[in-house]
């Protein structure tokens, strides 16, 4: 069961705007338009190569965390070295607003039939079981994937989308109570609205269902 609320009013803004929230179970999962950097949820994700510092990711991260996260990642990478797809850790937030970064390996998208589907919902699946295990209340990814790793942004989105649903929907307990999607791409979270409003059906009094993620009694407020 669940409540879908999406806002029309998008705008350049420093500070993060809601597009778009759905309320799963006991959870809510939401679209950002803004920076994961300036977020406060108690985790932030940072998407890495295998070789863990995406340089051009990780300038803008250790700019506004500090040294003291570089050296935690240059510490776990030189004793561990390449990690496979899907792999995470976390490291402190130096100076961000959260408490964790949790650093996750996703695919490279190749051409689609290499299994990059299937890996990057683990690495997403890992990233929200790694905040439970944290005992984090709240979690901010950025859309995975995208950028430098090529995924189709469509494709890419929809996986991230669906992914978290289940994820909820088999966790209704859990302690993980929201999930913040963002982008700083305005064509990105425009995409994110529409596929979470494509995946419902309008049925009566103006409510939807949901028709891939199997929620019902989902509603729309402007």
């Known amino acids: 069961m669940g409540i879908c609320s999406?806002?029309?009013?998008?705008?350049?803004?420093?500070n993060p705007r809601e597009l778009c929230s759905v309320n799963i179970n006991n959870a809510i999962l939401k679209v950002i338009y803004g920076d994961i950097l300036r977020e406060t949820s108690q985790a932030i994700?940072?998407?890495?190569?295998?070789?863990?510092?995406?340089?051009?990711?990780?300038?803008?991260?250790?700019?506004?965390?500090?040294?003291?996260?570089?050296?935690e990642v240059t510490s776990?990478?030189?004793?561990n070295g390449h990690l496979p797809v899907g792999s995470v850790f976390e490291t402190g937030p130096g100076n961000l607003g959260c408490k964790f970064v949790i650093h996750a390996v996703v695919p490279v998208y190749i051409d689609g039939n290499q299994g990059e589907k299937n890996y990057l919902m683990k690495t997403l699946w890992k990233i929200l079981l790694k905040s439970v295990e944290l005992k984090c209340t709240s979690v901010?990814?950025?859309?995975?994937?995208?950028?430098?790793f090529a995924f189709p942004r469509e494709e890419g989105?929809?996986?991230?989308?669906?992914?978290?649903?289940?994820?909820?929907?088999?966790?209704?307990?859990?302690?993980?109570?929201?999930?913040?999607?963002?982008?700083?791409?305005?064509?990105?979270?425009?995409?994110?609205?529409?596929l979470?409003?494509?995946?419902?059906?309008?049925?009566?009094?103006?409510?939807?269902?949901?028709?891939?993620f199997g929620l019902e009694d989902i509603k729309i407020f402007e």
């Open 6 to 14: 999406c806002s029309n009013n998008i705008f350049i803004d420093s």
């Open 45 to 71: 994700a940072n998407p890495a190569s295998s070789g863990l510092l995406n340089k051009i990711w990780n300038d803008a991260l250790i700019l506004k965390a500090g040294s003291s996260l570089l050296d």
């Open 76 to 79: 776990f990478s030189m004793k």
């Open 140 to 148: 901010s990814i950025p859309q995975l994937s995208s950028g430098a």
């Open 157 to 194: 989105s929809d996986i991230m989308l669906k992914t978290i649903t289940s994820f909820f929907e088999k966790n209704e307990n859990s302690p993980l109570k929201e999930v913040r999607i963002l982008s700083t791409e305005l064509a990105s979270v425009n995409l994110l609205k529409k």
């Open 196 to 212: 979470m409003l494509k995946n419902f059906d309008l049925v009566k009094d103006g409510r939807l269902r949901c028709r891939s």
